[in-house]
């Protein structure tokens, strides 16, 4: 018995030592900033109907995505984000707020491969896109442009016309037209 209980008083010891050990490692690497330096910036997805999301959009649009204009990288010590930018040809715009013929999307990552984790753009692709302008002042602590970053704000278009979203679904192009207008007037 006495043996028995040697060795669960070491088992118990070692136990301890990891602890302490893993809380200095621990507390060094969060002094030091390690922890906080993130490789990505996460923008919550708010969950808003297609009329409440026509109603927040400064511009709706419908496009063909084009060049990639560039990419830039931040990193203020404890974020570090990298920021595409994306040319979007205009073939449709919805608001009203908008003139020019080409909009600079902003993207969070490089805009080709990750936004959000869910969204893509695709050189050629044709999108329907709800944009926010956002400001150096606001969350995003960005650039100031147009901000492509959450699923809810793209729908693919495909050759029929069909558009679609993994949030939303599919809707025929003409009758998703007809839902943001009418939230807009409303």
């Not at 927040?56 to 649009?61: L, N, P, Q």
């Not at 793209?154 to 050759?159: L, M, P």
Request: proline share 1%; hydrophobic share 40%.
């Amino acid at each position: 018995m006495g043996e028995s209980m040697g060795t669960k008083t070491n088992i118990i010891v070692a136990g301890a030592a990891i602890s302490i050990a893993a809380y200095f490692v621990l507390s060094f690497f969060t002094a030091t900033g390690i922890f906080e330096k993130k490789m990505y910036v996460t923008h919550a997805e708010i969950d808003m109907s297609i009329e409440e999301i026509s109603r927040f959009s400064d511009v709706i649009v419908i496009g063909k995505v084009g060049d990639r204009v560039g990419v830039q990288s931040h990193d203020d010590g404890k974020i570090y984000k990298v920021v595409g930018e994306l040319a979007l040809e205009i073939e449709q715009e919805l608001t009203g707020n908008y003139k020019d013929k080409v909009i600079v999307l902003k993207t969070v990552g490089d805009g080709e491969k990750v936004i959000n984790r869910n969204v893509s753009l695709k050189k050629g692709e044709r999108v329907l896109l709800f944009l926010k302008y956002v400001t150096t002042d606001q969350p995003w602590k960005g650039e100031e442009g147009y901000l492509v970053c959450c699923t809810q704000q793209k729908f693919s278009i495909d050759e029929n016309n069909i558009a679609y979203n993994p949030k939303y679904g599919s809707y025929k192009l003409d009758e998703l037209i007809d839902i943001i207008k009418r939230a807009r007037s409303a």
